[in-house]
């Protein structure tokens, strides 16, 4: 093993400060130009660096929405920093003096108090009132529920959210019948038998959520599917408020975005102003080793303790094996301790953290000096660099281990400002790979059956005629009614296992990193350093490709076995969690991004499996096909 090291020092960055105020605390230059831009324009590109001040950007769009008592609605790409997102929201209200009346955690908090803004010392606007911050993913969903069917119009809404949530709400109202059967009569082309007061309703209760202003965060960190249902939810909001007043909508991402927008801000920096990173050394290891393993092999000795750690890697794998060394907090997607490592309440509080995508895209941890990191793409690493350094005195220190091939991608000059360190992570990294899915067949029919079933409940909300006909929708034979919901409604995914030893935790996730009992249909502690692949019998794919099956009868028919280690291979058909699942065989005819690398890629993040034909095989030298589970 050789390594070799590289220092640089970026200068400290500043954010210059505007003239406007909320509740006391000053906003930044372009939070300011944001809240003016949302006068004139409907959709914004905010493009700022990490740390600049995003969050805080959402009380801008707050503040416009008050005097019409909208909506304000916050959409985050994972439920972790829609969590972490609302920590500080409601942070930030207490320090604007703000009383709380009532909260539940992880679901709500009410807020009464004054809302009072003001521009070169003049009040420009205040408002007082009650105000409502609610958190609506799959695990507040029947406490945030209850208390917006309290909210009415006249109060002030803060809803924090995922791309998927704000639509699936109207499935779960408890008002009106299955959104399953709304579906199915659509694809089959006849009129769902639903009461129009019961869709009036269905209708007005939207309407109070869902036609105000939406704060998208970190927009460039979504993946294909995830923009697909973004993109239909935003279908859906401008289609009905096509003749009240539209939607406005603020993209927020830390890089260029390519998107269709009225007027882009840039957060600009500058010599004085709001520090928003405070002086760090970024030191470079070049190894001609698997730089995780190299992080996992020498994580004792890189520990500071005198200074609170984040290491970040992106296994799961290898977190696992930092744990079964070091004492420290786990930040992983996974609701589990593991080894030295426990899950903590308030990350914020520990002193050494361990994670991968779900401490590094977003969580604001406020005295994080110094880190030993590892990424694959430039936008990874500096959003995984953005996470240090970011509050206080002193002198970040970040360690980044990386690939010896890159070394001769360095700069001459070791002193950088934010332009040049970005061209550093530019030049060292590949920029990540859009995976396309939102293109795939199923994505656009997912898109026109949704649309259809919202346009169908329009039609008889609004006593119109409804003329339906059947959808040239590819469908297995045996679908179920509740499956229809589970197809359309869902992004892929959504498919539990169990722990050996107790309690359940994302299917794919634990089937990537951890060994499975194949007689007990449970997964062991024993991490896997081998990602999983399926081996089909050869020349039974063929007929499968880009359809919608049900997962049991793909893998009688094709024989499927998944290897999750260099020697054993499981029978599919008695693996119990994808009983009721549906699969959808994608290859180039399918996806115009597929090849073997795009398919290994997507199968380390999203629910899907690489799978190849061979009867004799134990891996997979070239993908036949990725297997999409939902």
């Known amino acids: 093993?050789?390594?070799?090291?590289?220092?640089?020092?970026?200068?400290?960055?500043?954010?210059?400060?505007?003239?406007?105020?909320?509740?006391?605390?000053?906003?930044?230059?372009?939070?300011?130009?944001?809240?003016?831009?949302?006068?004139?324009?409907?959709?914004?590109?905010?493009q700022a660096p990490t740390g600049s001040g995003k969050t805080f950007s959402i009380f801008a769009l707050f503040l416009h929405a008050m005097e019409l008592r909208r909506p304000v609605v916050g959409i985050y790409p994972s439920r972790e920093l829609v969590k972490d997102q609302a920590k500080s929201i409601i942070s930030t209200l207490k320090?604007?003096?703000?009383?709380?009346?009532?909260?539940?955690?992880?679901?709500?908090?009410?807020?009464n108090g004054k809302i009072i803004a003001k521009s070169n010392g003049q009040v420009i606007r205040e408002e007082e009132g009650d105000i409502y911050v609610v958190i609506l993913t799959s695990e507040s969903k029947n406490d945030a529920y209850e208390i917006l069917s309290n909210y009415n119009p006249t109060q002030y809404l803060i809803m924090l959210t995922v791309p998927e949530y704000p639509y699936m709400y109207i499935s779960h109202l408890g008002k009106m019948p299955s959104m399953s059967t709304v579906i199915e009569a659509v694809i089959k082309g006849v009129k769902p038998e639903i009461p129009k007061d019961v869709v009036r309703d269905l209708f007005t209760q939207f309407a109070k959520f869902f036609n105000g202003y939406f704060f998208i965060d970190e927009y460039h960190l979504y993946t294909g599917l995830s923009r697909s249902s973004l993109k239909l939810l935003i279908k859906m909001i401008d289609d009905y408020n096509a003749n009240n007043l539209p939607a406005k909508y603020v993209f927020s991402s830390a890089t260029p975005v390519n998107l269709p927008c009225e007027k882009t801000i840039t957060?600009?920096?500058?010599?004085?102003?709001?520090l928003i990173r405070k002086e760090t050394k970024l030191v470079f290891h070049f190894t001609t080793t698997n730089p995780q393993e190299e992080i996992v092999n020498n994580v004792e000795s890189l520990i500071d303790s005198d200074r609170k750690t984040s290491i970040i890697v992106d296994r799961v794998y290898y977190i696992a094996e930092i744990c079964e060394k070091i004492e420290a907090s786990v930040v992983w997607g996974l609701d589990k301790t593991y080894g030295k490592c426990k899950k903590s309440e308030d990350i914020r509080k520990e002193k050494v953290l361990v994670g991968n995508h779900a401490i590094s895209f977003g969580v604001d941890i406020p005295d994080l000096d110094y880190g030993i990191i590892h990424a694959h793409d430039a936008e990874t690493a500096i959003q995984r660099i953005g996470r240090?350094?970011?509050?206080?005195?002193?002198?970040?220190?970040?360690?980044?281990?990386?690939?010896?091939?890159?070394?001769?991608?360095?700069?001459?000059?070791?002193?950088?400002?934010?332009?040049?360190?970005?061209?550093?992570?530019?030049?060292?990294?590949?920029?990540?790979?859009?995976?396309?899915?939102?293109?795939?067949e199923f994505a656009n029919v997912r898109e026109e059956v949704m649309?259809?079933?919202?346009?169908?409940?329009?039609?008889?909300?609004?006593?119109?005629?409804?003329?339906?006909?059947?959808?040239?929708?590819?469908?297995?034979?045996?679908?179920?009614?509740?499956?229809?919901?589970?197809?359309?409604?869902?992004?892929?995914?959504?498919?539990?296992?169990?722990?050996?030893?107790?309690?359940?935790?994302?299917?794919?996730?634990?089937?990537?990193?951890?060994?499975?009992?194949?007689e007990k249909h449970c997964f062991k502690d024993t991490p896997l350093k081998q990602n999983p692949e399926v081996i089909l019998a050869s020349g039974t794919l063929k007929k499968y490709l880009g359809k919608i099956v049900r997962a049991s009868e793909f893998f009688h028919h094709t024989e499927a076995k998944i290897v999750i280690n260099k020697n054993v291979k499981i029978e599919m058909s008695e693996m119990k969690e994808?009983?009721?699942?549906?699969?959808?065989?994608?290859?180039?005819?399918?996806?115009?991004?597929?090849?073997?690398?795009?398919?290994?890629?997507?199968?380390?993040?999203?629910?899907?499996?690489?799978?190849?034909?061979?009867?004799?095989?134990?891996?997979?030298?070239?993908?036949?096909?990725?297997?999409?589970?939902i």
């Open 1 to 46: 093993m050789t390594t070799i090291t590289q220092e640089y020092h970026i200068n400290p960055i500043y954010l210059p400060l505007g003239d406007m105020e909320i509740n006391g605390i000053r906003l930044r230059k372009f939070q300011e130009e944001l809240y003016l831009a949302l006068e004139k324009n409907n959709k914004i590109c905010l």
């Open 95 to 111: 320090r604007m003096g703000l009383n709380v009346k009532e909260e539940k955690e992880n679901a709500y908090t009410i807020f």
């Open 267 to 274: 957060a600009t920096t500058s010599n004085e102003g709001d």
């Open 388 to 440: 240090f350094g970011r509050h206080g005195n002193g002198i970040a220190e970040i360690h980044i281990y990386l690939k010896a091939g890159n070394i001769g991608k360095l700069l001459k000059e070791n002193e950088l400002d934010l332009e040049k360190y970005l061209n550093l992570i530019n030049n060292l990294y590949k920029k990540r790979i859009d995976d396309g899915l939102d293109s795939i």
């Open 451 to 518: 649309i259809k079933s919202y346009e169908t409940l329009k039609k008889i909300a609004n006593s119109e005629n409804v003329t339906l006909g059947k959808m040239n929708v590819n469908l297995p034979q045996l679908i179920q009614a509740e499956d229809y919901f589970k197809l359309f409604a869902f992004r892929p995914g959504g498919i539990e296992g169990k722990w050996c030893n107790g309690g359940k935790d994302d299917f794919f996730t634990m089937i990537r990193n951890f060994e499975y009992d194949y």
């Open 578 to 629: 994808l009983s009721d699942a549906f699969v959808i065989p994608l290859n180039s005819g399918r996806w115009s991004k597929f090849n073997t690398e795009m398919a290994r890629l997507v199968a380390t993040y999203a629910s899907a499996l690489v799978a190849c034909e061979g009867d004799n095989k134990f891996t997979c030298d070239k993908a036949d096909a990725l297997l999409l589970f």
